[in-house]
Structures are given as C-alpha cells and as structure tokens.
C-alpha cells in the first residue's frame, strides 16, 4: 500500500477543502464504490459499507456480496481488505493502482441523513428453538472472604507495628540516648596518663638530696598488640625485663568494667636513649612518652634515711615512702577520640594536666651527713663492726642535722642491695641501751629531790637482786662516793640505790617523759617504739636491770631526743626531719609543731649536765675518749646488747654527749655493734669527731671556762 501523504489534497484553486457533503459531483467516484473515508465512517462490523446495504436492498431486500476484481482475489483473500481499502482512500481501480495520484491528507465526512433516510437496524433472523444451544449455566466463583474486615486486619497491625517503633525510637533518642552515646564514645577513646612530676627533697641549705629527672616510660595498649610473644621478645633486651613478664602485660584482656584493657606500663624511668631504640623498633601498640627518674646525686648519702621509688614513682622505703602522699603529685590523663590508631581530627579531647608534688626541705645539712658518714664507716671498718648509727640533733629544736647508717647502699641499684643494708638503724635498732641509761635514772632522782647533786653512798662492790649478781667495774670497796663519781666509773651498784629510793613507778614515769616507749614521730614507716617493762611485771632481778638500762628496748633516735632533753634545760622536744614542705607554686609550709614538754626544771637539768661532765673529765672515766680541746663535753658512755630472733648479742657499745656542756648546742648519739669493746673504747672516739667537726661547721665558740674538779671519794 501506497504511503499515505500528509498533506491535505487541494482543489484546482489550490484550496485546502475537501467536497462538500451535498456536491456529489465533487467525487468522480460511484457511491456504490464504497470508497473514501466517509464509505469507512459508514462501514458496518459485518464487512459492509452503507452504499452496499442500500444496494441490497434495493435488489430486493438481500445484500449481495461485494464482487472482487480477480487480480485482486488472487493478491488476498483476507475479508478485511475492503476496509483496508477504505483506509487507503477507496482507491480500488487497476488505474489508480498502476498510476496512484499523489495523496494528500483529505477528510471525508460522512453526509448526515435525515431521519427518514436512516435505514431499519438489522435484525438477526429467528433462529428456530430446536436449533438454539443449549445455554450453559454460569458457575458462580467461591465466595472469599471478606476483604474489609482484611483490610481493617492488616490495617491494625500496621499501625500496631509502627506504634511499636515509634516508641521504640522515642526510648531510644530520649531516655537510653545518654546510654547509648556514652558507649559509642568510650568505644573511640583512647586514655594516656600524663605523670606528674614528683616533689624533690632538699637539705636544709636547699641543696638536692633527691630530685626527679627527665626520662621516658614505655607503654603498650594490648588492644592494639596481634602477637605480644613476638613484642615481648623485641623489647625484652632493651628494657631488662624477662620476655614472659612483658607478653603476660600485653595480653588482651577485660578490665571490670568491661571495656578492653588499652594501657599498661611496660617500664618507667626509661632513659631517653632507650627509649629512642624502642621507637626506633616501630612495634605496633607500643609506644614511649615523658616521664621521670628518681635521682639521688650523693649516690649512697642519707640513702637509709631517703630511702627510694619503684619504677612507677611511688615511695617503699625511707622518707620517699613516709611522705609519699606528699611528695607524688596527682597523675593528670589527656583522652582523645582514636580511629585506627590514631587521634581523629576535631573529635572529642579532653586533657586533665597533672598537679606536681611538693618537695620537703630536711633539717638535714648535706655536708654534716657527708662527713657523720664517713667517719662511722671508717670506725666500723677498722674493728669489723656489723651496724651502727649516728644521730647529731640541735638543741632546742631537735633537728636532725644527720642521721647517718652503716652498711648504707646505693640508691640508684638499690635492687642489688640486701634489704638489712636499706634499714636506718637510727629508727629501726633496737637495743638494750645498757650505761647510758643511767642519766634518765639520775635525772628522776635529783628532780623528785631523791637526792641532791651533794649526794654521796656507799657503794659496795657487788649487789644481788633475786638470781642476778651486778657489779662494778672500778670498785669503790664500799667507800662513799660521790654522784660525780658514780657517773664517771658507771657504777652499777650506786645506780641501784639511787633507782630503789625512787621507785620503780616513778621511775616508768620519767622514761615515758622522757621519751622512751614510743615512736618519736620523726617521719619514717616502720619506726620502732622500744619497749618498757611494766612495774607490776618486774622481778627481783628487775629492780637493779631497768635502771642500768638492761630490761629495756630503745632505739638511738629516742636516746639522743632524752639527751636534747637534758641540753635544752629538761624540755623534752620530738626530733624532726622535715623542715618544710614547698608547695608547687612556692608556698612554704611548716609542718606542725612537734611534741614538747617539760621533764626536768631548768635547774635540774643544768645539775645533770654538770654531773655528765665528770664522764668526760674525771681520770680513769669511761668517756675520756669523748673529750674535746677547748670544749666542755657532758655525756655518758654505755654498753648493751640485742635481741635478734630470741637470741642475746651483746656488743652494742653507745656514747651520747652534748657540747658545750655549759649551753650546749648540739647533741649526738653514736651505737655500733661490734665484736668486742665498750663504749668507751669505740662509740666515745667517734663522737669526739663528729662533734669536733660538728662544733667548727657551725663555727661555735669554745668554752669561756673550764670543767669543774669533780671529786670521786669525799671524805
């Protein structure tokens, strides 16, 4: 078929009309034809155009067949091709078909009728009852069920199940929020610990006894760590750790609160240099920051007494640990949001910096210590002596000026030390302080008016108190012998008698005043409190032991305090080492005032110190050695013993003096065990140099007079 043109057809005018439903001049083509677009407007379901119906029935009623043109039968038999015709213009003729005109676009209207021109609408002939089929019945389909109450079903539900989210998500982002959003944080965090800087320790010229240096601490966040044997096996040389121990610290594990453990100090106080090979190594979850070292410049100087820190800087011996709470500042953290390992960018950080510790400012003088150290060391090696101690305290403050101990250690390999080298023996010694108890018994005596410092006794040889005989080294044959006398030769036996007129509850009394019994305080853990024996538990023997100071426990720190007693005109003052404490900001802080109190009148007190002088003054005096050109020493030498696991060792040889003995300034307390010796022979040499050093450091003047004429036997 011929391509229809777009174009509308025109008329010879070139108008673009088509014919006019009344014209039917104005198509050459018969009406019978069926053609056109008005014969296609006209064309029946049946296959029949109007033209064709009027022409059957003006053939008498039947429509006839539409004939069709043989070449046209033979190119289709379809019963569709006469509309297929109309569509195509009504164009049917050999001659258009051979020489089709050129098609133009033109409607063709169907001409209205009149009514009466309308034909009858056909009607089906009647088809006889006999030939009519069967009418089959209609099955009805199953009823279902009813779709509104589904609808309605499904509807409830719906709204049940977003009812449900909705107040889901409503406890969700308003009440378990601060929950959940907690939890989605500490997940990213990550915590480091910022160590703060311990406090230094000062002598009291403000020279460094131990201060912190600037080191590295290694840590490790196990969270991070694939394979910690491997780790461990890395860091194990560098760090001086067994590889064990290292892997057990940075195994993954829980910590109570149920988050991953993400950090653990693998070693503090790490040197920098360490610590750049460590970072060197790049181990993954292992990693190095600031931190410091405890140093102690003096090495091996007032270790005992300073004592030292573990790796994570908190004191367990000495000062380090007695003001441990003092000195260690508060630990500040820096937490921060963390993804792969690393800090993110404008997430959460927050930083809490550390707070510094204060430092302590002793009473110490660091040469004084030098120099109290040295000379013990050299005494106790030249006779073989196992320990030893020396106490130097100033009058009238009971400052300690040096606390010195033997055998002592180095701080900075304390770990290679024996822990009985670490003791102060000053604190922890304790002994039956033996001869040099018998000042307390004298100074009871003359302060409860017992006797008077005109006093004189006969004194025998020996005494026996229940199974125990005491005796006298110098015998006085039972002659009358002055207070003076009795001090000089240490007699047992007049220091008997003066204890059995005194009494032994007044003579507890006076050792509890005088400070024996308890800890002075001083500053240090584990400080020994003696031990006195009570008097409803003394035995015959007790009455004539107690007062030569046997049946006794004491430590050189309460002797030497008892001694400052005397010298500070019979006011008892608890010895101190701490001077100051300084704030981080520069504050200083005096720490509070120590114990005092009143044991002996000043009168007392200056009659004692005179009877003491005989000790060192009198010929053939157990304390001769203790003397000192152009100084007036008062002091008492004396000889104990200890008690180690149950065992008696005896050998505790101990002089205690006060120099100048007219206004003294300084008192010093020295008790060594040794093999062999009193008092006098080893403890009273040392203290003469201590105290001659002692008395020219601090550039005292000699005394104006000399020491009295004592006179042993009065006649």
Same mark, same amino acid.
């Given at each position: 078929m011929p391509p229809r043109s777009e174009e509308p057809r025109r008329d010879a005018k070139g108008?673009?009309? +088509?014919?006019?439903?009344?014209?039917?001049? =104005?198509?050459?083509?018969?009406?019978?034809?069926? /053609?056109?677009?008005?014969?296609?407007?006209?064309?029946?379901?049946?296959?029949?155009?109007?033209?064709?119906?009027?022409?059957?029935?003006?053939?008498?009623?039947?429509?006839?067949?539409?004939?069709?043109?043989?070449?046209?039968?033979?190119?289709?038999?379809? &019963?569709?091709?006469?509309?297929?015709?109309v569509l195509s213009g009504g164009r049917a003729s050999a001659a258009r078909r051979a020489n089709p005109?050129?098609?133009?676009?033109?409607?063709?209207?169907?001409?209205?009728?009149?009514?009466?021109?309308?034909?009858?609408?056909?009607?089906?002939?009647?088809?006889?009852?006999?030939?009519?089929?069967?009418?089959?019945?209609?099955?009805?389909? *199953?009823?279902?069920?009813?779709?509104?109450?589904?609808?309605?079903?499904?509807? =409830?539900?719906? $709204?049940?199940?977003?009812?449900?989210?909705?107040?889901?998500?409503?406890v969700l982002q308003v009440v378990e929020n601060p929950d959940y959003a907690g939890a989605g944080i500490e997940d990213r965090l990550r915590n480091v610990i910022l160590p703060a800087p311990r406090g230094s320790i000062y002598d009291r010229d403000g020279e460094v006894l131990a201060?912190?240096?600037?080191?590295?601490?290694?840590?490790?966040?196990?969270?991070?760590?694939?394979?910690?044997?491997?780790?461990?096996?890395? $860091?194990?040389?560098?760090?001086?750790? &067994?590889?064990?121990? $290292?892997?057990?610290?940075?195994?993954?594990?829980?910590? &109570?609160n149920g988050y991953e453990l993400e950090f653990v100090y693998l070693k503090r106080g790490v040197d920098i240099d360490v610590a750049e090979q460590i970072e060197d190594l790049e181990l993954k979850g292992v990693d190095t920051r600031r931190d410091e070292g405890r140093?102690?410049?003096?090495?091996?100087? %007032?270790?005992?007494?300073? +004592?030292?820190?573990? #790796?994570?800087?908190? +004191?367990?011996?000495g000062l380090e640990a007695g003001y441990d709470k003092v000195l260690? /500042?508060?630990?500040?953290?820096?937490?921060?949001?963390?993804?792969?390992?690393?800090?993110?960018? +404008?997430?959460?950080?927050?930083?809490?910096? %550390?707070?510094? /510790?204060?430092?302590?400012?002793?009473?110490? #003088?660091?040469?004084?210590?030098?120099?109290?150290?040295?000379?013990?060391?050299?005494?106790?090696? %030249?006779?073989?002596?196992?320990? =030893?101690?020396?106490?130097?305290?100033?009058v009238g403050t009971s400052e300690v000026l040096a606390q010195a101990s033997y055998p002592?250690?180095?701080?900075?390999?304390?770990?290679?030390?024996?822990?009985?080298?670490?003791?102060?023996?000053?604190?922890?010694?304790?002994?039956?302080?033996?001869s040099v108890h018998k000042a307390i018994t004298f100074g009871a005596a003359l302060q409860?008016?017992?006797?008077?410092?005109?006093?004189?006794? *006969?004194? &025998?040889?020996?005494?026996?108190?229940?199974?125990?005989?005491?005796?006298?080294?110098?015998?006085?044959? /039972?002659?009358?012998?002055?207070l003076a006398g009795m001090m000089a030769y240490s007699s047992n036996v007049g220091t008997i008698a003066i204890a059995d007129q005194l009494g032994p509850d007044r003579l507890i009394d006076y050792q509890k005043r005088f400070g024996l019994g308890e800890p002075t305080g001083v500053g240090l853990l584990g400080e020994a409190s003696g031990g006195l024996l009570p008097a409803d538990q003394w035995s015959d023997s007790s009455h004539g032991s107690v007062p030569i100071g046997h049946s006794v426990d004491a430590t050189a720190i309460q002797m030497a305090a008892a001694y400052a007693t005397i010298a500070n005109d019979g006011t008892y003052v608890a010895p101190r080492l701490v001077k100051e404490i300084i704030r981080p900001q520069g504050e200083r802080i005096t720490p509070e005032a120590p114990t005092t109190r009143e044991v002996l009148t000043p009168e007392t007190a200056a009659e004692l110190r005179t009877i003491l002088e005989a000790v060192t003054t009198v010929d053939g005096a157990t304390g001769q050695a203790a003397a000192i050109s152009g100084y007036r020493v008062a002091g008492k030498s004396g000889t104990g013993l200890r008690w180690v696991d149950g065992q008696k060792q005896p050998g505790v040889a101990s002089f205690i003096g006060m120099a100048p003995a007219e206004k003294p300034r300084y008192v010093i307390a020295v008790f060594a065990q040794t093999p062999g010796g009193g008092g006098g022979d080893i403890a009273a040499p040392v203290f003469a140099d201590m105290m001659r050093f002692t008395l020219q450091h601090y550039r005292v003047p000699q005394s104006p007079s000399p020491p009295p004429n004592f006179v042993v036997f009065p006649r």
């Open positions: 108008s673009r009309r +088509g014919p006019s439903r009344t014209d039917s001049s =104005a198509d050459p083509r018969p009406a019978e034809s069926g /053609g056109g677009i008005s014969g296609a407007r006209a064309y029946t379901p049946r296959g029949r155009s109007i033209g064709e119906q009027r022409l059957g029935d003006a053939r008498g009623g039947r429509a006839e067949p539409r004939r069709t043109p043989r070449g046209d039968r033979g190119r289709s038999g379809d &019963p569709f091709r006469p509309a297929l015709q005109p050129r098609r133009t676009s033109v409607v063709r209207t169907v001409p209205r009728r009149s009514p009466a021109e309308e034909p009858p609408p056909r009607r089906r002939p009647p088809r006889s009852t006999s030939a009519r089929p069967t009418r089959r019945r209609r099955l009805r389909p *199953p009823r279902l069920a009813d779709p509104g109450r589904r609808l309605r079903l499904g509807t =409830a539900l719906a $709204l049940t199940l977003f009812t449900v989210i909705g107040i889901r998500l409503v201060h912190s240096v600037e080191a590295r601490y290694v840590f490790a966040d196990p969270s991070q760590i694939d394979d910690p044997v491997t780790t461990a096996q890395a $860091l194990s040389e560098p760090l001086g750790i &067994p590889a064990a121990e $290292l892997a057990e610290k940075m195994r993954k594990r829980k910590q &109570p140093e102690v410049p003096g090495g091996g100087l %007032a270790a005992n007494l300073i +004592g030292f820190t573990s #790796d994570d800087m908190v +004191g367990l011996e260690a /500042g508060k630990d500040g953290k820096e937490r921060y949001e963390a993804g792969w390992g690393a800090q993110i960018p +404008g997430g959460f950080s927050e930083t809490t910096e %550390a707070k510094p /510790g204060s430092s302590l400012c002793l009473t110490l #003088d660091r040469d004084l210590q030098y120099m109290v150290q040295a000379k013990l060391a050299e005494a106790m090696e %030249a006779v073989n002596g196992s320990t =030893a101690t020396a106490v130097v305290l100033e002592t250690y180095d701080v900075a390999n304390w770990r290679d030390s024996d822990p009985a080298d670490r003791d102060d023996v000053a604190t922890g010694f304790v002994v039956e302080p033996g409860e008016g017992v006797i008077t410092p005109d006093t004189t006794l *006969p004194v &025998p040889n020996t005494v026996r108190l229940g199974d125990t005989t005491f005796k006298d080294t110098t015998k006085a044959d /039972g002659r009358r012998m002055s």
